[in-house]
């Protein structure tokens, strides 16, 4: 419903432009020249007779107002589709909502838990490799903070 009310208003609204533009040219201006002569050479007067100016003057000023309140309008449905498209979100909802898998209790759970084991043993294998894998990461750090030491201590040139 929202959708073909606001297409239906911008239809309005781009008449009601070109009313007015029509409206416009056909005025004259003070120096008694004016696209409405260029237009028609009288057209407006014949039509309208002696009072043309007042009722151009008139239609402008309707046209304008009606332009305003209906470009009002879509700008208010606009929005309002705007704010039915936008959720709210509680922060708590998202906390909760996010599920955590427990953590394991031992390192044998968190092998089998990882499919590693096979009931022969190799589970017990696995959780001998881990203190293994933490041993040698534990060297590459130390490594890694030694060589940095090293660069750190070196005595820097003066740069000229």
Do not use: C
């Amino acid at each position: 419903m929202g959708t073909l009310l606001i297409s239906l208003l911008t239809l309005v609204l781009l008449l009601i432009s070109a009313f007015v533009v029509l409206i416009v040219l056909m005025q004259r201006t003070s120096q008694s020249g004016g696209m409405g002569a260029a237009l028609g050479g009288g057209a407006a007067e014949s039509a309208f007779g002696s009072e043309t100016n007042n009722i151009l003057t008139k239609g402008t000023v309707y046209g304008i107002i009606a332009f305003f309140l209906v470009a009002l309008g879509l700008y208010l449905l606009y929005q309002a589709q705007a704010a039915d498209a936008m959720q709210e979100v509680d922060m708590n909802t998202l906390i909760s909502a996010r599920e955590e898998k427990p953590v394991a209790e031992t390192i044998t759970q968190a092998v089998e838990s990882a499919g590693l084991s096979d009931g022969e043993g190799t589970s017990g294998a696995a959780a001998l490799s881990v203190p293994e894998g933490a041993a040698e990461a534990g060297a590459q750090v130390e490594e890694a903070v030694e060589s940095v030491d090293a660069e750190v201590s070196e005595p820097q040139p003066a740069a000229k």
